[in-house]
């Protein structure tokens, strides 16, 4: 079940349906609402305004809620709903799952007809009243009832040019066959196309716990928004009997709509058309709306839920997965360019997701693999589990390949929604500023006390980050990879940022390999779309090792340093406890681009940890001199004085002041101009 909250779908759990009143959860939350829910139906929350994670605070007057979203409250109206069907078959023909929606929002005043009365074209099937008028609303060709599900008293809403379960009245397959008519003609052909795969396939497909093509961008899009292309276009095989199965759309919806009001281009491979698989047809489809999202500077969204390579049209397949990896290089940098994993994602097709920004998977749902578990069986002799070998845990935890695992689709695709609300359309676009309402001079005095005073004592650096973003509000990416080093999404005084920080908690907050790629490739990102960068420091140096060395942490390592010199976007960096070594240096110092350095007082700022440096200085002093040294070096060099001394840090700031020192930082830095040197490309080490 699904409730829209604005132009989000937020996920709902019935707990309890008592006469008018039900219990509901919207993302975990408990609220109560006097609606009238049908089985399977739906229960529309209009919003002024963006939503997520909508949390009740109290309930008003009547169906009016305030609900919490985001530190902001919205007034809520619940809009009855009720979906509710007159089900209905055309005489001599078997039952399909067409359906006819209400012209308008109204009520059912009047069902004059029965259950299994006959009707003819034109014969008046219920009366509706909407505006204090009553209207007659007739059946369009011959067709026998076959049950009726509303009742009189009903209230109905309506949406004539957009077909929602919401304002269904009837299902019925008494389409108009008026052959000569082209406007009939035309809508049994687009009816046919919008089915994709056929009523049997989206049962199958619904039964798996999917959601279809359309439906997902229905989901995705603000209501009502969606333009299709090439709906009407088909495959040209003729192989294994195929040019006598020709399915319209052939499998790929695509097009363009608006999300948060902004212009995006989609496609979504419809499962339910061989298996989702990727034709020499529908690749043109998805190139043409990769070249529309290119020309026309905006974000690009690939829904994948596909079988790979159409086997039957041999390589005339694989070249349209050139043609569509052609175009994802061609926009990278230029446009965001997101892939959602909904389903299998295998072989070559992994690489258009991989190409791309962002990848999202849903938990047990999707799995993205080279090559499959029965491939590996045969060539490798070795057993392992879809999941184990590509499922959403593995990539997110391990592989890194993908940078959100989202428990369901709905999840997955508002939380698309909002990873786009912090990036610009291209990049030549500045990021769209919110309103902010969190006090930009904000002083939060635990900021004070959360580094501990002994250095190696851990604490969570998200803590500090969470205190100092506009409504403490960090959209996280890649949470359950390389934890030792923290990237995602916030605002401060209403404007998008990146940040990439260390992590104390977890490893020490230590670099390795996996959290260089992890912070490379998002600093690359901000500055390829205009995000300022802010980096929270407290690093104690490269992993050490047999491993780290010998997988090459020299040149993964490399990689940060590259990303964050290469940047000209906003750099700021905040030092909270240690900054050591070649770590101090890559983590955005001042010498290698940084716009503005800040340390706390806490802050060490040193060539390495004392107890290392005295090893080496006094190996062979006794204990007591080493004492006295250790003590004499953590007064000389652990502390940020000597770095502040030598301009290496521009300001040391009272932690509290955090929030307040970095946005007038970042205002100062609003119109930095800089430009590196003109080159092909850089050759970043890999
Ligand atoms: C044509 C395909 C297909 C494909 C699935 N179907 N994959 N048709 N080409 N690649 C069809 C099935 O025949 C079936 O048709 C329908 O889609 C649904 O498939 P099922 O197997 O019934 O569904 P399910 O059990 O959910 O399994 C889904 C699946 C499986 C895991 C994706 O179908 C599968 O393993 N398919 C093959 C995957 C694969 O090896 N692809 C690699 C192709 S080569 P009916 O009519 O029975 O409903 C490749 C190289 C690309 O991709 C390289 C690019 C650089």
């Given at each position: 079940m699904e409730i829209h909250i604005g132009n989000r779908v937020a996920e709902v759990e019935l707990v309890s349906k008592e006469d008018n009143k039900v219990v509901l959860t919207i993302d975990g939350k408990t609220f109560e609402a006097d609606v009238v829910m049908a089985e399977n139906g739906t229960c529309n929350i209009l919003m002024d305004g963006r939503s997520s994670n909508a949390q009740l605070i109290r309930r008003e007057n009547g169906k009016n809620y305030k609900v919490n979203t985001h530190y902001s409250s919205f007034n809520v109206e619940i809009v009855d709903s009720q979906a509710k069907y007159l089900r209905m078959r055309k005489k001599g023909e078997e039952e399909q799952n067409d359906c006819i929606t209400s012209p308008m929002p109204g009520k059912v005043v009047k069902i004059p007809v029965t259950v299994g009365q006959e009707m003819k074209a034109g014969d008046t099937a219920i009366v509706i009243e909407a505006m204090k008028m009553?209207?007659?609303?007739?059946?369009?060709?011959?067709?026998?009832?076959?049950?009726?599900?509303?009742?009189?008293?009903?209230?109905?809403?309506?949406?004539?040019?957009?077909?929602?379960?919401?304002?269904?009245?009837?299902?019925?397959?008494?389409?108009?066959?008026?052959?000569?008519?082209?406007?009939?003609?035309?809508?049994?052909?687009?009816?046919?196309?919008?089915?994709?795969?056929?009523?049997?396939?989206?049962?199958?497909?619904?039964?798996?716990?999917?959601?279809?093509?359309?439906?997902?961008?229905?989901?995705?899009?603000?209501?009502?928004?969606?333009?299709?292309?090439?709906?009407?276009?088909?495959?040209?095989?003729?192989?294994y009997g195929m040019d006598k199965n020709k399915i319209p759309g052939d499998g790929i919806v695509s097009g363009y709509g608006k999300i948060d009001g902004r212009q995006v281009f989609v496609y979504a491979y419809d499962f339910t058309v061989y298996g989702g698989s990727l034709s020499a047809s529908n690749a043109k489809k998805i190139v043409k709306v990769q070249q529309l999202a290119l020309k026309n500077g905006a974000p690009i969204i690939a829904l994948n839920d596909s079988g790979g390579a159409r086997i039957q049209e041999g390589i005339e397949s694989l070249s349209g997965y050139a043609d569509i990896f052609y175009q994802n290089t061609m926009a990278?940098?230029?446009?965001?360019?997101?892939?959602?994993?909904?389903?299998?994602?295998?072989?070559?097709?992994?690489?258009?997701?991989?190409?791309?920004?962002?990848?999202?998977?849903?938990?047990?749902?999707?799995?993205?693999?080279?090559?499959?578990?029965?491939?590996?069986?045969?060539?490798?002799?070795?057993?392992?589990?879809?999941?184990?070998?590509?499922?959403?845990?593995?990539?997110?935890?391990?592989?890194?390949?993908?940078?959100?695992?989202?428990?369901?689709?709905?999840?997955?695709?508002?939380?698309?929604?909002?990873?786009?609300?912090?990036?610009?359309?291209?990049?030549?676009?500045?990021?769209?500023?919110?309103?902010?309402?969190?006090?930009?001079?904000?002083?939060?005095?635990?900021?004070?006390?959360?580094?501990?005073?002994?250095?190696?004592?851990?604490?969570?650096?998200?803590?500090?980050?969470?205190?100092?973003?506009?409504?403490?509000?960090?959209?996280?990416?890649?949470?359950?990879?390389?934890?030792?080093?923290?990237?995602?999404?916030?605002?401060?005084?209403?404007?998008?940022?990146?940040?990439?920080?260390?992590?104390?908690a977890y490893l020490a907050g230590v670099l390795d390999i996996d959290a260089s790629d992890k912070a490379s490739r998002f600093i690359r990102f901000c500055d390829c779309f205009n995000i300022p960068l802010i980096t929270f420091e407290d690093v104690p140096g490269f992993l050490p090792g047999y491993t780290q060395e010998n997988n090459g942490i020299i040149r993964h390592g490399a990689k940060i340093v590259y990303a964050f010199a290469e940047a000209t976007v906003p750099k700021l960096t905040v030092i909270t406890r240690k900054a050591y070594g070649g770590a101090y240096i890559v983590m955005n110092s001042k010498q290698t681009g940084a716009d503005v350095n800040f340390a706390y007082p806490s802050a060490e700022i040193a060539v390495m940890g004392a107890d290392g440096a005295i090893?080496?200085?006094?190996?062979?002093?006794?204990?007591?001199?080493?004492?006295?040294?250790?003590?004499?070096?953590?007064?000389?060099?652990?502390?940020?004085?000597?770095?502040?001394?030598?301009?290496?840090?521009?300001?040391?700031?009272?932690?509290?002041?955090?929030?307040?020192?970095?946005?007038?930082?970042?205002?100062?830095?609003?119109?930095?101009?800089?430009?590196?040197?003109?080159?092909?490309?850089?050759?970043?080490?890999?």
């Open positions: 009553q209207s007659n609303y007739k059946v369009s060709s011959d067709c026998r009832i076959k049950e009726i599900l509303v009742q009189e008293g009903d209230n109905i809403t309506g949406d004539i040019n957009n077909i929602r379960t919401d304002c269904i009245i009837f299902r019925t397959d008494c389409i108009m066959e008026e052959k000569n008519n082209a406007y009939a003609t035309f809508e049994e052909r687009d009816r046919i196309a919008s089915l994709g795969g056929g009523v049997e396939k989206i049962e199958k497909q619904h039964e798996s716990g999917k959601m279809t093509a359309r439906e997902r961008i229905e989901m995705l899009l603000d209501k009502g928004t969606f333009v299709e292309l090439d709906k009407l276009m088909v495959h040209r095989c003729t192989n990278s940098g230029v446009i965001p360019q997101i892939s959602a994993i909904l389903g299998p994602c295998a072989g070559g097709a992994c690489y258009s997701p991989a190409l791309t920004d962002f990848i999202f998977m849903v938990k047990e749902k999707s799995h993205m693999f080279v090559t499959g578990p029965d491939v590996v069986k045969t060539v490798i002799h070795e057993e392992v589990s879809k999941e184990e070998l590509g499922g959403a845990m593995t990539h997110s935890s391990k592989s890194g390949v993908t940078h959100f695992m989202c428990n369901t689709e709905e999840e997955l695709l508002m939380s698309i929604r909002e990873l786009l609300s912090f990036l610009p359309q291209n990049n030549m676009d500045e990021t769209k500023k919110q309103n902010c309402t969190d006090e930009v001079n904000r002083e939060d005095a635990t900021l004070d006390t959360i580094v501990p005073a002994d250095p190696n004592v851990p604490y969570d650096m998200k803590d500090i980050i969470e205190r100092v973003v506009d409504d403490s509000y960090f959209f996280e990416v890649m949470p359950n990879f390389a934890k030792n080093i923290i990237i995602g999404f916030a605002r401060l005084a209403g404007r998008s940022v990146g940040i990439v920080a260390n992590q104390p090893n080496i200085l006094f190996r062979k002093a006794d204990a007591e001199t080493k004492a006295k040294e250790l003590e004499a070096y953590k007064e000389k060099f652990a502390t940020p004085y000597q770095a502040a001394e030598l301009g290496f840090i521009d300001e040391i700031i009272y932690p509290r002041q955090t929030r307040k020192r970095l946005i007038q930082a970042l205002e100062m830095t609003e119109n930095k101009m800089q430009t590196n040197p003109p080159k092909k490309h850089g050759n970043m080490p890999l």
